[in-house]
């Protein structure tokens, strides 16, 4: 067999990547038409492709490499990882070096009491044993049958049966019977879209109590955990009113719910802080981790659990649940590298006090674009929503989708990574971007959305619904 490289032409690889990869959340068969943008390198916020393109990458992959492309330091920590220890399981009574330094780490920068880590090989997994873990916790309390858990519709936490459960999405639940048996989702604090002529906080009061109303309804002898992102990622990076977290907290407390963080894209300096938890003011009983945990050098997730669920849990023997690679000894030794150099290089500070405040001031700055209703900002995650009609805050005539989907276009076509999630488009850049890396970003940005405009002008799109 010839060997597949890097120099091979672009033609040849699309056709053996249609020939033989089916690509996640992808319609194959189009994507086979025209062929896959093929990915060569990265360095820094920026990648290569094979047509030799440069693209600054806006996403940070999938929300995921913090620290930017290309860094020798964690490629050798891997490398000498694996030369020393490249696999061994943490089952069966045994444990090793990365595991436990890299549960020690997390343990110390989680807030409160979340001092036990159950390692998993990602976002999804970890969800999955969330599932397992607060089903379990109660059956050792003796109330078995507390075991439904509320989430929210367009909350994301994954696509495996459990977590494709706990999100969302009624795209992923149409594929496959799902959500589970006792999983509810109660709506969204997504206030631009869905908030009418409500004032910003009274709304975000409202869909809190939706939650008080749900646990009601279903009882909360019957209520597990209550789960959701800090700041709603896939589904558009949407920021919650302030009024929103308290109010959920408070009610998680008065029922007895367990409240769980999933902190897959807002864990790690996403948004200014280790945790979102620390930014929204949130006391989650379990984090969900996983992405900024490694920068997505290597592939991790876990979930971060206070002392009275661990100890409760452990101490009821066996908890039948793990992973071959929970707590990978490569994985947990490039996290834990991951983690000691955001501190050495203060990535926290230059988030908070850099890179947040220039980007905060250009990204605002788009709201005066004809197109953008709202520009969002926590942190280094942000959104903007498109809008026929600014004052209404109106959705387009067309199809949900179609104006974004043209935009993502756009952006493609002017080497900028920025997706859209419907018609808003979403930010996730590396933490580590530099001001002159966001003046071309947002020289790229606005270029793609005023051709955008022009075209949506020209083909009589820009009506409202
Ligand atoms: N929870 C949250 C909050 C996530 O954002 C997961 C769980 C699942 O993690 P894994 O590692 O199993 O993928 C996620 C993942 C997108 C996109 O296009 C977002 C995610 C994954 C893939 C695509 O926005 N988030």
Not at 164 to 181: C, D, K, V
Request: aromatic content about 8%; some cysteine; hydrophobic content about 40%.
């Amino acid at each position: 067999m010839t060997q597949i490289t890097n120099h091979m032409p672009t033609k040849e690889l699309q056709a053996l990547d249609a020939a033989h990869h089916m690509h996640p959340f992808t319609a194959d068969a189009e994507l086979a038409k025209k062929g896959a943008r093929i990915i060569t390198r990265g360095k820094g916020v920026y990648l290569n492709d094979s047509e030799g393109n440069e693209i600054l990458d806006a996403m940070a992959g999938l929300w995921c490499v913090n620290l930017g492309y290309g860094r020798k330091d964690l490629a050798q920590v891997a490398a000498r990882q694996m030369e020393e220890l490249c696999y061994y399981n943490t089952f069966f009574q045994t444990s090793h070096v990365p595991a436990i330094a890299l549960a020690a780490k997390i343990a110390e920068l989680a807030p409160g009491d979340l001092n036990h880590v159950f390692y998993a090989g990602s976002g999804s997994e970890a969800n999955d044993t969330n599932i397992r873990l607060v089903r379990r916790y109660w059956d050792v309390k003796g109330k078995p049958e507390k075991k439904v858990i509320i989430a929210r519709k367009n909350g994301y936490h994954g696509s495996t049966m459990g977590g494709g459960s706990l999100g969302g999405m009624t795209g992923i639940w149409e594929q496959g019977g799902l959500p589970i048996p006792d999983i509810t989702h109660i709506d969204q604090p997504y206030w631009y879209g869905e908030g009418g002529d409500m004032d910003r906080d009274e709304f975000g009061l409202m869909r809190a109590r939706a939650l008080e109303t749900e646990i009601e309804r279903i009882g909360a002898d019957k209520v597990a955990a209550f789960i959701g992102e800090p700041v709603q990622g896939a589904g558009g990076v949407i920021i919650p009113p302030a009024t929103y977290w308290p109010e959920i907290q408070r009610i998680c407390e008065k029922h007895n719910v367990l409240l769980i963080a999933d902190e897959v894209i807002t864990g790690f300096g996403r948004t200014g802080n280790w945790f979102g938890s620390n930014t929204l003011g949130i006391k989650p009983h379990i984090m969900t981790i996983a992405k900024g945990l490694s920068s997505g050098y290597a592939p991790i997730g876990g979930s971060v659990v206070c002392d009275e669920i661990a100890a409760t849990v452990g101490g009821a023997g066996d908890f039948n649940h793990g992973y071959t690679y929970s707590g990978h000894p490569v994985a947990a030794a490039v996290a834990l590298r991951n983690l000691e150099i955001m501190e050495e290089e203060s990535i926290l500070d230059h988030v908070r006090n850099v890179a947040h405040p220039y980007l905060y001031e250009r990204w605002k700055a788009l709201e005066d674009h004809p197109l953008v209703g709202e520009a969002v900002l926590v942190g280094l995650m942000g959104s903007i929503a498109m809008t026929p009609d600014k004052k209404t805050r109106a959705a387009f005539a067309s199809e949900a989708g179609t104006v974004g989907y043209r935009c993502r276009e756009r952006c493609f076509a002017n080497n900028l990574v920025m997706r859209h999630v419907g018609d808003r488009m979403i930010i996730s850049p590396p933490l580590v971007i530099k001001p002159e890396e966001i003046d071309v970003f947002i020289k790229r940005a606005t270029k793609s959305l005023d051709e955008t405009y022009a075209s949506l002008k020209a083909d009589g799109l820009l009506t409202a619904a």
